[in-house]
């Protein structure tokens, strides 16, 4: 009895491959430049030929480069990776320690952003009860700002001696991270304006006398899913109320893509689950060590990391395709 042929499964198969192509192709080419480079490396120095050796160098460092696109095709292979992004910070339960935490967060992400040559800005803060932050928003701008930071969507714990406590006790505390892409006006979203709820709010955060006098940040919430984005860093209500609608497109955008890969989601919870109340990663401050509970990477230099030196975390997360 002839198999039935199942074309769709056929199809989605070869797309897969042409796209592991696009990737296995460049990297076979480049190791037969290379062979081609330690053949000519060897006759150069059977022969004595050292005058040769500079060319062979100068044909190495353009390698390099060749090798960066390989690897940047290897990391960011997704359309939405190489938009701009906008990053979300909630304090959890812990407290003030929670909220000094999403500040220290904050700080570690604008450090990060500031030293991988992207640009910043704090487009919402929530100012914390006593210090720090309950949240904020940052919107990153930069080529594959979304695929540096996406892997950082999570929980992140901290544990510390509360400078809280006056017994100096070991705390708790959580704050969630939340990385979206900021998406184009050409990819459409269909907003109905029945279905949003718009807040004007006096700032909470700095700015001068002006932003925090007068009701020009903007409280935008979409009633059918609840998410909810704010902007509050422009002097106009108006030009507020237009980024924090750009923001929620960016959202719904993400929930919808969200929705479409909830069967890949099911499948690979046990390796990225990123719901609140599962950390991502832990800073035992007391212990001087961060670990990444979803690779196992472990580091003692905190104070690096907490300065912006994420790279040691992201890079190993995006080469195990988190």
């Given at each position: 009895?002839?198999?039935?042929?199942n074309w769709n499964k056929v199809s989605s198969l070869k797309k897969k491959f042409i796209s592991l192509n696009h990737i296995i192709q460049p990297i076979q080419n480049f190791i037969n430049d290379l062979n081609d480079i330690k053949e000519l490396l060897n006759?150069?120095?059977?022969?004595?030929?050292?005058?040769?050796?500079?060319?062979?160098?100068?044909?190495?460092?353009?390698?390099?480069?060749?090798?960066?696109?390989?690897?940047?095709?290897?990391?960011?292979?997704?359309?939405?990776?190489?938009?701009?992004?906008?990053?979300?910070?909630?304090?959890?339960?812990?407290?003030?320690?929670?909220?000094?935490?999403?500040?220290?967060?904050?700080?570690?992400?604008?450090?990060?952003?500031?030293?991988?040559?992207?640009?910043?800005?704090?487009?919402?803060?929530?100012?914390?009860?006593?210090?720090?932050?309950?949240?904020?928003?940052?919107?990153?701008?930069?080529?594959?700002?979304?695929?540096?930071?996406?892997?950082?969507?999570?929980?992140?714990?901290?544990?510390r001696k509360s400078k809280f406590d006056y017994g100096n006790k070991r705390h708790t505390s959580f704050s969630s991270v939340f990385v979206y892409p900021e998406i184009s006006d050409n990819i459409k979203i269909d907003i109905n304006n029945s279905d949003l709820?718009?807040?004007?709010?006096?700032?909470?955060?700095?700015?001068?006398?002006?932003?925090?006098?007068?009701?020009?940040?903007?409280?935008?919430?979409?009633?059918?899913?609840?998410?909810?984005?704010?902007?509050?860093?422009?002097?106009?209500?108006?030009?507020?109320?237009?980024?924090?609608?750009?923001?929620?497109?960016?959202?719904?955008?993400?929930?919808?893509?969200?929705?479409?890969?909830?069967?890949?989601?099911?499948?690979?919870?046990?390796?990225?689950?990123?719901?609140?109340?599962?950390?991502?990663?832990?800073?035992?401050?007391?212990?001087?060590?961060?670990?990444?509970?979803?690779?196992?990477?472990?580091?003692?230099?905190?104070?690096?990391?907490?300065?912006?030196?994420?790279?040691?975390?992201?890079?190993?997360?995006?080469?195990?395709?988190?």
């Open positions: 009895m002839e198999k039935h042929c006759i150069s120095i059977q022969n004595s030929d050292y005058n040769f050796l500079n060319e062979i160098y100068l044909e190495l460092k353009k390698y390099k480069k060749k090798l960066k696109e390989i690897e940047t095709k290897i990391f960011f292979p997704n359309k939405v990776d190489s938009l701009n992004c906008y990053l979300d910070l909630q304090s959890g339960s812990g407290g003030f320690d929670a909220q000094d935490w999403s500040h220290m967060l904050l700080k570690m992400y604008l450090r990060w952003g500031y030293l991988k040559g992207f640009k910043t800005d704090i487009t919402h803060i929530n100012a914390g009860d006593f210090c720090g932050l309950k949240s904020a928003t940052i919107k990153i701008l930069g080529k594959y700002a979304y695929g540096w930071f996406r892997t950082e969507t999570g929980v992140h714990r901290l544990v709820r718009i807040d004007v709010y006096r700032s909470s955060g700095s700015g001068g006398q002006h932003v925090n006098t007068t009701e020009s940040a903007v409280r935008i919430i979409h009633i059918p899913t609840g998410i909810i984005s704010q902007c509050q860093n422009e002097r106009s209500q108006h030009k507020n109320k237009k980024y924090a609608l750009k923001q929620l497109r960016s959202k719904l955008y993400k929930l919808e893509l969200e929705k479409k890969q909830q069967i890949k989601k099911k499948i690979e919870s046990n390796k990225s689950n990123i719901t609140w109340g599962y950390q991502i990663r832990s800073y035992i401050l007391d212990d001087s060590r961060i670990k990444d509970l979803r690779t196992g990477l472990e580091t003692r230099d905190v104070q690096s990391i907490l300065d912006g030196n994420l790279d040691f975390f992201i890079e190993n997360n995006l080469r195990l395709g988190l």
